[in-house]
C-alpha cells in the first residue's frame, strides 16, 4: 500500500533521484513545497527552468555560464598565459574564492574513467588542446586526487610534455581521493604554491 497520494509519491521520487537526497530528505522536501506558497515554488522552479534554458559553456574555458565568454576569461587583467584545468565548474568555483590564483581556467567537465567506460574524448580535453597552440605559458593541472583525476593528469601530462609548455600539478594537503570543492581554501592554496613540474 503507498503511504501518500500517488502525485506526492511522484514528487518524492523525482526530489530522490537528486544528487546527495536520499528518500527520508526527498519526503521532507516534497512536504515542505507542497506547504509553501504557489507563487513561492513558481519561482522555485521558474530558476530551475531558466537555468537550464541559458547556462552554456564558456567559449574560452567551457564553465557553465550565462554570457558568451564568462567574466573569468573576460578579465584582462587576468593572466591567460597560465591555465589552470579543473574537473568541473564547481572546483573552479573553489579556486576562484581563495582569491589569490590571476591566471584562467580550462573545465573538463569529467575525469577519464576507464572503468565508467569515460575517455579523453567524451570530456573536453581537445578543447584544451586546442587552446595550448595559443599563447600559454604554463598549465597547472587541478584535477581531483581520486584514481579518475590522476588518471587524467598522467594523461594530460603526457599530451603537454611534447609541446614545451610548463606542466605542474598540484601538491600535497589535498587529501587523497578528496573532492576539490569540500576542502578550505587554506589548503587548497598551499596545493597550488607547492605544485610540481610535471
Ligand atoms: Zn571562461
Do not use: W
Not at 515554488?41 to 564558456?58: G, P, Q
Amino acid at each position: 500500500m503507498d503511504l501518500y497520494a500517488g502525485k506526492i509519491n511522484r514528487l518524492i521520487e523525482e526530489l530522490s533521484s537528486l544528487p546527495g537526497i536520499g528518500t527520508k530528505s526527498a519526503g521532507r522536501l516534497a512536504f515542505y513545497l507542497i506547504n509553501e506558497p504557489e507563487d513561492r515554488v513558481k519561482r522555485f522552479t521558474d530558476a530551475i527552468l531558466d537555468a537550464r534554458a541559458n547556462i552554456h559553456y564558456c567559449r574560452e574555458c567551457y564553465t557553465l555560464t550565462d554570457e558568451e565568454v564568462c567574466p573569468i576569461c573576460s578579465n584582462p587583467r587576468r593572466d591567460h598565459g597560465t591555465i589552470m584545468v579543473v574537473e568541473n565548474t564547481r572546483d573552479l568555483a573553489a579556486y576562484e574564492k581563495t582569491d589569490k590564483y590571476e591566471g584562467v581556467y580550462h573545465v573538463l567537465h569529467g575525469a577519464i574513467s576507464p572503468m565508467l567506460g569515460i575517455g579523453p574524448g567524451d570530456i573536453k580535453l581537445k578543447e584544451l588542446m586546442h587552446r595550448l597552440a595559443g599563447d600559454v605559458q604554463e598549465v597547472i593541472i587541478a584535477t581531483n586526487s581520486s584514481l579518475e583525476g590522476e588518471t587524467t593528469a598522467m594523461y594530460l601530462s603526457k599530451l603537454i610534455k611534447p609541446t614545451g609548455i610548463r606542466c605542474s600539478r598540484i601538491a600535497s594537503g589535498v587529501p587523497v581521493g578528496g573532492d576539490l570543492e569540500n576542502i578550505d581554501e587554506v589548503t587548497l592554496l598551499r596545493a597550488l604554491e607547492g605544485r610540481t613540474e610535471l
